[in-house]
């Protein structure tokens, strides 16, 4: 389906954190900007990709569209979820984080002034994206794109189809409405890509925006063939075992159904791998409570980026009535990523879990460019003219 791979098509890399998505496009691709404000991120990313002078390390908002290098075939912007995320308060473009896509925005809209708007816009975010001021805030995405002359559409992909780590992500791809995309394109939306929610989503849009939209065909991947246990440190690797009585305290904290999913694990008798995660739930009389959330399906949760302490990943090792737990490592996050094993993993498990928590998964990136983003920007092999 992708055509033939053509080294280098240019691209700029916004709220590039630790270059994930550089990492998923990969050898075709080259990064002629990437824009990150958080010192530690950058760190990790030049410690990847050198010293990356097409790294601007600041503000966004403090960009202009005349720091933007030439002619972009893709812009990439996987910008801050928290305020568009179903855990947040929900402020969505509005809030001071999110509403940073505007500063990105800006940055779009004054490219496509002087002619040199990018062919493909690729924006990844929160599911919650989609539901975020009663679908006021995604339509405000595809109205925005589309005003500036590119056909829409959006897949919802969960890492989980390539690595073992449940991350469902919204992936906004609009192209400039100039290139053959007919092949590219399906009448109907795929199941396998859209969830009730964006299907939701696209109906709710004004018609004039439905008229716009496209529902982007891709294949999908062969089945996954790495679970939990394989992206595991081996166990004298990892100095940090919770002692007993903490794990204890854990087990003290599952609600019932985790307790009957580790009751099931110790009667299995062989060695289980699991995951939880601490949350705070109401206690059914108006209060909060705190659970241990076990998770044992070969699959890790959605990794975060650690707040308050309580939300690092806990991994839990059964044999028989044998129980462990220890906090997630930082390769454990990375390999969670799908990130290559060059990749240099910060030392501190906390940084770790910064940098990988917000990432976006490095599979994807390589599934969604492979067929979808290359295909695209071949056949509307632009930089355009302004219009
Ligand atoms: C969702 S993360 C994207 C991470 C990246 N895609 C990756 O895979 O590593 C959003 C990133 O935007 C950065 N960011 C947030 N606000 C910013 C701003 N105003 N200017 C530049 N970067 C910002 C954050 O530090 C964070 O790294």
Redesign the pocket.
């Known amino acids: 389906m992708s055509g033939p791979r053509r080294a280098g098509r240019p691209f700029y890399e916004f ?7 550089r990492l998923g496009l990969g050898e075709g691709w080259t990064c002629a900007l990437a ?4 010192a530690a ?1 950058a760190q990790a990313y030049r410690a990847r990709f050198g010293a990356a002078p097409e790294l601007r390390v ?4 403090d960009l202009a569209p005349a720091d933007l290098p030439g002619r972009a075939t893709l812009a990439w912007a ?4 928290q305020d568009l995320s179903l855990a947040g308060a929900r402020r969505g473009l509005a809030g001071a ?1 999110s509403g ?1 896509f505007f ?1 990105f925005w800006r940055l779009i809209e004054g490219a496509a002034v002087q002619g040199r708007a990018p062919a493909v816009i690729a924006l ?1 975010n929160v599911v919650g994206a989609l539901t975020s001021h009663d679908g006021r805030d995604f339509e405000a995405l595809v109205a925005l794109l589309s005003g500036q002359g590119y056909r829409v559409g959006a897949l919802v992909i969960d890492a989980v189809r390539f690595l073992p780590q449940s991350r469902p992500r919204l992936f906004v791809i609009a192209v400039r409405d100039r290139g053959a995309i007919e092949g590219l394109t399906a009448a109907a939306p795929d199941p396998l890509w859209t969830t009730p929610a964006l299907a939701r989503a696209e109906e709710a849009l004004p018609d004039a925006l439905r008229r716009r939209w496209v529902w982007w065909r891709l294949p999908a991947p062969p089945p996954r063939n790495t679970d939990l246990a394989a992206i595991l440190e081996p166990d004298p690797a990892v100095s940090a075992w919770h002692r007993p009585e903490q794990t204890a305290r854990l087990i003290d904290l599952m609600g019932p159904a985790s307790r009957a999913r580790l009751d099931a694990m110790q009667a299995a008798g062989a060695r289980r791998a699991a995951t939880l995660y601490r949350r705070t739930r109401p206690d059914g009389h108006g209060g909060k409570i705190q659970r241990a959330e076990l998770r044992c399906d070969g699959i890790a949760g959605c990794l975060r980026t650690p707040a308050g302490g309580s939300s690092r990943q806990t991994v839990v090792i059964v044999e028989g009535e044998r129980v462990r737990s220890r906090l997630l490592t930082g390769g454990e996050a990375a390999r969670l990523m799908g990130v290559p094993d060059d990749y240099p993993i910060p030392k501190s498990a906390t940084a770790a879990q910064h ?1 990988f928590g ?3 998964a490095v599979p994807v990136v390589r599934w969604l460019a492979q067929h979808l983003l290359e295909p695209l920007a071949d056949a509307a092999p632009l930089p355009v003219a302004a219009e």
């Open positions: 709220f590039a954190g630790g270059g994930m998505a824009n990150e404000w958080d991120k600041g503000d966004v908002a996987s910008f801050p979820c984080r940073t500063s990844e940098l917000d990432g976006v």
